[in-house]
């Protein structure tokens, strides 16, 4: 008996070879066994996954060595390390070889913020990556009033003389508002927001700050 093992390009192993049957003895018979892999099969390989504070944000890196049939990575935030939240989906970038992939959380709460990868295959298997963790603080020298607003918010705390930017962005992240100033108090007219929740941002040169707010 003659068996032949191969290896495919899309790492499917495949197994050949001749045989004889008592029903037809001296007659060789050609057999090829193809292995798909199974649940033991590692679809994803990480290099490694990271969170870094930056900006006023937190910053998640991960790479990938290897990917079999992936769809999507599910970007999950806990502030317990128990119960996760799904905050974005980031789709499958590698064309076989190494991946690089990013993901900035503009909304992280103060104090410890937990991290995880839901990879999702094609036939939709999921596996987890493992957990990260870091310690988020905000600059908290900015102070808003009234909170909640109605028409006109107040910023204080701002330096002076020194330029900066202030955002206004929904809880999804998307600006709202944009406005250059460098005195130390600013009044944002907030008149034409919907009622609900809002980011207000401060850019300077020490970097950023942020403070919840809802308009009535």
Same mark, same amino acid.
């Given at each position: ?9 899309d ?20 057999l ?8 033991? $099969? ?8 990271? /969170?870094?504070?930056k ?18 990575? %599910?970007?999950?935030?806990?502030n +317990?390390?128990?119960?996760?939240n799904?905050?974005?989906?980031i789709?499958?970038? $590698?064309?076989? *070889?190494? /991946?690089?992939?990013?993901y900035?959380? !503009?909304l992280?709460?103060? *104090? ?24 988020? +603080?905000?600059n908290v ?18 330096? /002076?003389?020194?330029?900066k ?6 809880? %999804? ?32 040169? %020490? *970097?950023?700050?942020?403070? !919840?707010?809802? !308009?009535?």
């Amino acid at each position: 008996q003659l068996w032949g093992l191969s290896v495919t390009a899309d790492d499917k192993i495949i197994l050949t070879g001749f045989f004889t049957s008592e029903s037809s003895p001296g007659e060789p018979n050609f057999l090829a066994i193809q292995y798909n892999g199974g649940e033991s $099969s590692l679809p994803i390989t990480y290099k490694n996954f990271t /969170a870094t504070q930056k900006n006023g944000f937190i910053q998640l890196n991960w790479q990938t060595s290897s990917e079999i049939n992936n769809s999507y990575f %599910a970007v999950e935030r806990s502030n +317990t390390g128990t119960t996760f939240n799904e905050l974005a989906r980031i789709g499958s970038s $590698s064309n076989g *070889g190494t /991946a690089n992939y990013t993901y900035t959380d !503009k909304l992280a709460q103060d *104090g410890d913020n937990y991290y995880r990868l839901k990879q999702v295959d094609k036939d939709g298997k999921s596996s987890y990556s493992k957990t990260i963790s870091i310690q988020f +603080t905000r600059n908290v020298n900015i102070k808003i009033q009234p909170n909640p607003v109605k028409d006109k918010l107040t910023v204080n705390g701002l330096a /002076a003389g020194e330029n900066k930017t202030l955002l206004i962005t929904d809880m %999804a992240g998307n600006i709202l508002k944009k406005i250059n100033t460098a005195t130390s108090q600013q009044e944002i007219n907030v008149q034409q927001l919907l009622p609900g929740s809002y980011i207000l941002i401060v850019k300077s040169k %020490a *970097g950023l700050s942020q403070v !919840k707010f809802v !308009k009535q």
